[in-house]
């Protein structure tokens, strides 16, 4: 199983990113982001659960959407306006038909005031 992250960088508070994670090597039944920053647990940003749909963190909503290609079993984070508060490493996270927890490479986001 691989997953391979994509488009984090530097920014402006206000601006914008994307984030894509292609997943390989099984049948997913859930991906999402999950971000880790110093001094703190990984806590989660969005997902699209088993069933589908979208889940968000409160801190989030209005600003970040997630969404699955299902046929590249790929998952995008589109993240706009920005804050500082949003910096840390994403990490890319899929759940495989037997629960089990997969997680990528992480892709660092950083958002400057």
């Known amino acids: 199983v691989h997953l391979v992250e994509s488009g984090g960088g530097c920014v402006q508070a206000g601006g914008s990113l994307r984030l894509s994670c292609a997943a390989s090597?099984?049948?997913?039944?859930?991906m999402g982001w999950y971000l880790e920053t110093p001094g703190k647990q990984r806590e989660l940003v969005a997902v699209?659960?088993?069933?589908?749909?979208?889940n968000y963190a409160d801190s989030v909503k209005g600003r970040l959407t997630i969404s699955r290609d299902y046929a590249k079993s790929t998952v995008y984070l589109q993240m706009n306006s920005l804050k500082p508060g949003d910096t840390g490493v994403y990490y890319c996270?899929?759940?495989?038909?037997?629960?089990?927890?997969?997680w990528g490479q992480g892709t660092q986001v950083t958002v400057a005031s």
């Open positions: 699209v659960p088993r069933g589908g749909g979208t």
């Open positions: 090597g099984t049948i997913f039944s859930a």
């Open positions: 996270n899929a759940v495989d038909v037997w629960d089990k927890n997969y």
